[in-house]
């Protein structure tokens, strides 16, 4: 019975001990994995790529911008991802824990090793073993050891080497060694991956997650007053880390900050107020911006301590460890005068308009407010390419289908601001208003209208752009500027051809004058081009289901493909002249005389009804022109407290050093054998050898000069 629990208790022994090799076994291994050079790289790769997907993909923008550009299906898998905040994602903050984690442990592992190995003189050699040595010489000097030890020394310290005599039997060994500071840029380059990554944890948002998890902390996702909103949702002033921006107009302080969140914003307190005095742009002579700076007043929270400051870009203001940047400027609510035209119907009388940026204003129009205008956005310079391309796109030759013809004409008509060019012409061609049409059901259409006309293709117009949804590029209507410069005439015409009464009057004033009364027995004829130039009057004005080209297109689809060619010719002779008559009779019904025939006013026409046709994709109720403004800009302020900043300055210099030091500073260890020789009394047997870690031209060179002063003696005799 003693002898079978003695073989259990040994048997439990036995097996606590292998489980305790096993314990230790895992755990060495665990940490020769973490600490290996392969395992750093990996992480170092994953952070390089997170750092450029963060470079390339814009950070911390609101959700929708995302949504419009990625589609649904990738806006909800780069979510899952975390790419919309890279650097403050979990996985991308873990990475970096384990970075720290591998560098540190590299280091506890091998720099023990290397300092005392910068301190050793590697003095337990034997001469045998300096004669493997690859860099090795060997001779006989006719000076005593003694002397042959002193003159050694003295001439291995003249190249910069520390020099140790060591007495061995019957020989004293010189061991010498010179560049052992390369090992401190081993020690300085990992020690400064572990600084520069814990200064970028210090400033990454894990502090605002602490007080998320802890206190409750939660984002703000609603509107109001920042003055109204909840503590839960505001950091206070003992925030150690953050990064957030402030919009301040002109004439109004902030002492706040707005940190971007995934699902809302957090509030971040400041202990000072600023207050903006003045905002400053300058320009370049195309009209590019040059200069952004800020007049600000500080006023600290605590003591009501004020004092000026101007804040630029690149030259920020630091106050109680809290740096302010001038990020870049908005609308700080400029206020906006404008005038409204009608675009349907045959009204033609305007009323004024005004309104705020980032406020919006009643539509009143026809008796009811159907509309809201909402202010988006408003611009006091806009920098355009006005360079011409080759070939006039407006052009609409005969030998293409009528189809294609209008076509081309309506997507010319439709476009950018300014055609692309090869040729670049910037030039500043004055303010624009940005504002959204909404409708009683919350439909919205936006607008980008220019306050002054531009010239484009040789002709000057006034551009309304319109877009359907954001992620759009406007399409311009080009309304082109009568002989005052203003837009008078075109919303004239478009009146009058919204009219039937005039469209009758012009209709006939066009047959008596293409078919005059003195010709007798064409009385039918003159009726028919009568009710032809009324019935492209109608079809043009929309009195179908379409207007403009298209409306014509359509009707002249019902003609014989072989006769459509000579028709279209036809029609469009007979609308572009009732379309002259058209204009007369709406001017003399305004008490104004007739136009002259000119080219002038024939190529206002041509725009004009050119412009017309495309008024049908605008589908506005009515046009709005800014006539005055006040601007009121805003600065917008990035507003940040990184204790890291310091830490990762030093990390950075560490990095310099440990490079340098790699690269530049080579070791050497130098070892002289010196005995007595064997065959002749009086006379020195010495042996050589040079080593390093890095074998390269100057080393070789290096040895061969060494070498050769060492050997310098008075007699010397080569072994």
Not at 75 to 94: H, N, Q, R, T
Not at 189 to 214: E, F, K, N, T, Y
Not at 514 to 522: F, K, L, M, N
Not at 537 to 554: H, V, W
Request: with cysteine.
């Amino acid at each position: 019975m003693s002898t079978s629990n003695n073989e259990i208790a040994g048997n439990d022994i036995n097996t606590a001990g292998i489980q305790l090799k096993t314990s230790r076994r895992w755990l060495a291994d665990a940490v020769e994995l973490l600490s290996s050079m392969r395992f750093a790289i990996s992480l170092l790769t994953i952070i390089a790529v997170a750092s450029v997907i963060g470079t390339v993909l814009k950070q911390n923008e609101p959700m929708p911008n995302y949504v419009n550009q990625f589609g649904p299906f990738w806006f909800e898998v780069f979510g899952k991802l975390g790419l919309y905040a890279v650097y403050s994602s979990w996985w991308f903050l873990l990475i970096m824990t384990f970075l720290v984690i591998s560098t540190s442990l590299c280091i506890a592992r091998n720099a023990p090793k290397m300092l005392k190995d910068m301190r050793s003189w590697r003095e337990n050699v034997r001469e045998q073993s300096l004669r493997n040595f690859h860099h090795k010489a060997e001779w006989i000097s006719p000076t005593a050891p003694a002397v042959l030890t002193g003159q050694l020394v003295a001439r291995i310290a003249a190249k910069g080497y520390k020099t140790k005599l060591v007495a061995k039997d019957n020989a004293t060994l010189i061991t010498a060694k010179q560049g052992a500071a390369n090992k401190w840029g081993y020690i300085f380059a990992h020690s400064a991956i572990v600084i520069i990554c814990i200064g970028g944890l210090l400033d990454s948002d894990l502090p605002i997650r602490a007080q998320q998890w802890i206190y409750g902390k939660t984002p703000f996702n609603g509107s109001g007053i920042i003055a109204d909103i909840p503590a839960e949702h505001r950091l206070g002033l003992g925030n150690p880390t953050f990064r957030g921006n402030t919009l301040i107009p002109e004439g109004s302080a902030s002492s706040t900050a707005i940190i971007p969140q995934k699902d809302g914003v957090m509030i971040q307190d400041l202990p000072f107020t600023i207050q903006l005095k003045k905002f400053i742009i300058d320009f370049y002579s195309t009209g590019m911006p040059k200069l952004f700076a800020s007049e600000v007043v500080i006023r600290d929270n605590a003591d009501g301590h004020t004092f000026p400051a101007t804040i630029k870009v690149n030259q920020p203001l630091i106050y109680k460890g809290i740096a302010v940047y001038q990020s870049s400027f908005e609308d700080g609510g400029s206020k906006l005068r404008l005038t409204a035209y009608p675009m349907s119907g045959a009204a033609e009388t305007t009323f004024p308009v005004s309104g705020e940026v980032n406020g919006s204003t009643p539509l009143a129009y026809n008796g009811n407010n159907d509309y809201t205008i909402e202010w988006s956005g408003f611009r006091p310079f806009n920098v355009e390419n006005m360079a011409q391309s080759g070939d006039d796109l407006r052009a609409v030759t005969k030998s293409k289908s009528l189809n294609q013809r209008l076509s081309d004409d309506l997507s010319n008509h439709l476009g950018n601001a300014a055609k692309s060019a090869v040729k670049k012409d910037l030039r500043n061609v004055g303010p624009s208003v940005q504002y959204k049409l909404r409708d009683k059901t919350g439909q919205a259409r936006e607008f980008s209208n220019y306050m002054q006309s531009i010239k484009v293709d040789d002709a000057y117009v006034f551009l309304a752009g319109v877009r359907d949804t954001p992620d759009e590029a406007f399409r311009y209507l080009r309304i082109p500027a009568d002989d005052e410069d203003s837009l008078q005439e075109w919303m004239r015409l478009r009146a009058a051809l919204m009219s039937p009464e005039l469209r009758t009057a012009a209709a006939h004033r066009y047959a008596q004058r293409a078919i005059p009364e003195s010709r007798e027995g064409i009385a039918t004829l003159r009726v028919q081009l009568e009710q032809s130039a009324l019935r492209g009057l109608s079809l043009f004005a929309g009195d179908g289901k379409e207007a403009g080209y298209m409306a014509i297109s359509r009707f002249l689809e019902q003609v014989p493909q072989q006769e459509q060619e000579k028709a279209a010719d036809i029609f469009m002779k007979i609308l572009n002249g009732s379309m002259w008559d058209l204009w007369q009779v709406a001017r003399e019904k305004d008490g104004l005389k007739e136009m002259p025939a000119d080219d002038k006013h024939a190529r206002f026409l041509q725009l004009s009804t050119n412009a017309l046709s495309d008024a049908s994709f605008y589908n506005a109720p009515v046009y709005l022109q800014m006539t005055g403004f006040d601007e009121i800009k805003a600065s917008v302020f990035q507003v940040t407290r990184s204790p890291g900043k310091k830490v990762v300055y030093l990390g950075c210099l560490l990095l310099v050093l440990g490079v340098f030091s790699m690269l530049y500073v080579r070791e050497r260890r130098l070892w002289v054998w010196i005995r007595p020789d064997k065959d002749a009394e009086g006379q020195s047997h010495a042996l050589m050898a040079l080593s390093s870690q890095r074998k390269t031209l100057d080393f070789e060179k290096e040895f061969d000069v060494l070498k050769t002063q060492l050997m310098q003696a008075e007699a010397p005799g080569k072994v």
